[in-house]
């Protein structure tokens, strides 16, 4: 698998619900990052989480960060129709000075 | 709050013409990268930029593709004859010092559509 996978591929869910998106990733990490991406715009980032840092938390966002399990989670709680959008983690390995994008969770918010 | 700019915000092409894109990253950073997001698929690296030269690059970045950083402000990236595959979103970004621990901010992006 690809560094920095998103699970689901695609996810639909009414307003008001909890959305859960799921990252894995292969290598070790410094950080790595939550992005969202509106159709055919640009990125904007959400949330960074270090190597060290085992949960964060930025307004309705909440991330967790399993090293051990090479794995992420992003919570957006309470849903509202603008959090309709693709959602990318992307990890930024150790000793590389790229940053690797995942394929993206698209996620849509039922009225 | 600072922020990396580009421009165009979307240029059309003829396919073989040189294209110029443009970024402006944030006055103190150090660090700078074009990625580009072919339609509906997945943000991928090109090019990293540190001490006015290239420090990696990928696959995709052959030798078309050339970056500058001409004065102390921009930093582009030209395609020298365009291909229609190049079409896609060019995303500038720029990082504050080295790594870890510090996030890469991105530009808004330029469209690119060779013809």
């Known amino acids: 698998s690809q560094q920095g996978e998103e699970d689901p591929q695609a996810l639909s869910i009414q307003e008001g619900e909890n959305a859960t998106m799921n990252c894995s990733y292969k290598?070790?990490?410094?950080?790595l990052q939550w992005y969202r991406q509106n159709s055919g715009r640009g990125l904007v980032h959400l949330i960074l989480?270090?190597?060290?840092?085992r949960e964060k938390h930025s307004g309705r966002l909440r991330v967790t960060l399993d090293t051990s399990k090479k794995s992420s989670s992003l919570l957006i709680t309470a849903s509202r129709a603008a959090d309709t959008a693709s959602y990318f983690c992307?990890?930024?390995?150790?000793?590389?000075?790229?940053?690797?994008f995942g394929k993206g969770t698209r996620l849509h918010i039922l009225p | 709050e600072p922020e990396v700019t580009q421009t165009p915000s979307h240029q059309v092409t003829q396919m073989g013409q040189e294209v110029i894109l443009r970024c402006v990253p944030i006055?103190?950073?150090?660090?700078f990268y074009w990625y580009r997001q072919i339609l509906g698929q997945k943000v991928e690296f090109l090019v990293s930029?540190?001490?006015?030269?290239?420090?990696?690059k990928s696959e995709i970045f052959d030798d078309q593709f050339s970056v500058e950083r001409p004065d102390g402000s921009n930093f582009t990236l030209k395609i020298r004859s365009t291909k229609l595959e190049d079409s896609a979103m060019y995303f500038c970004?720029?990082?504050?010092?080295?790594?870890?621990?510090?996030?890469?901010?991105f530009g808004p992006g330029t469209r690119l559509t060779v013809l």
């Open positions: 006055s103190n950073h150090l660090y």
């Open positions: 930029f540190y001490n006015n030269e290239i420090s990696e």
């Open positions: 989480i270090r190597s060290n840092e």
């Open positions: 992307a990890t930024d390995p150790n000793r590389d000075d790229k940053i690797i």
């Open positions: 970004a720029s990082r504050w010092r080295d790594p870890p621990y510090n996030e890469q901010f």
């Open positions: 290598t070790s990490i410094n950080n």
